[in-house]
């Protein structure tokens, strides 16, 4: 498989994942509001990388989620106590993940917020 195929792929799916699953309004929103705050509050290189990273956490884990439950509908279609399990796990792959994020924002701006 050739380098722009993959790429060519890659952006496929990121395409589809942006525009197929509803949470993403929702992690977006959040994650622009971060990156307004952080350009409003003039943060520092350390806050900017742990912002970013945090977001590229959060929209990952949501990514991976989204993967596996289009794959677990497609392993058995009815439900399945084991086939729930594996997307509430995952599910909560995603809660861990968003969580780190309010604490990263937390640590960032609650200073800069609260007198």
């Known amino acids: ?37 952080g350009w409003i509050f003039h943060i520092g290189t350390s806050e900017w990388l742990a912002i970013i990273l945090s977001v590229g956490l959060v929209l990952s884990a949501e990514a991976f989620n989204a993967s596996l439950e289009r794959l677990c509908d497609m392993v058995h279609k009815d439900h399945h106590p084991r086939i729930k399990a594996i997307k509430d796990i995952s599910a909560g792959a995603v809660l861990i993940a968003a969580a780190i994020a309010v604490a990263v924002a937390l640590v960032i701006f609650a200073p800069r917020l609260l007198p």
């Open 1 to 37: 498989m050739s380098l722009r195929s993959t790429f060519t792929n890659a952006f496929r799916g990121l395409w589809l994942f942006l525009k197929s699953e509803p949470n993403n309004r929702i992690h977006i929103s959040l994650a622009l509001l971060a990156l307004a705050g």
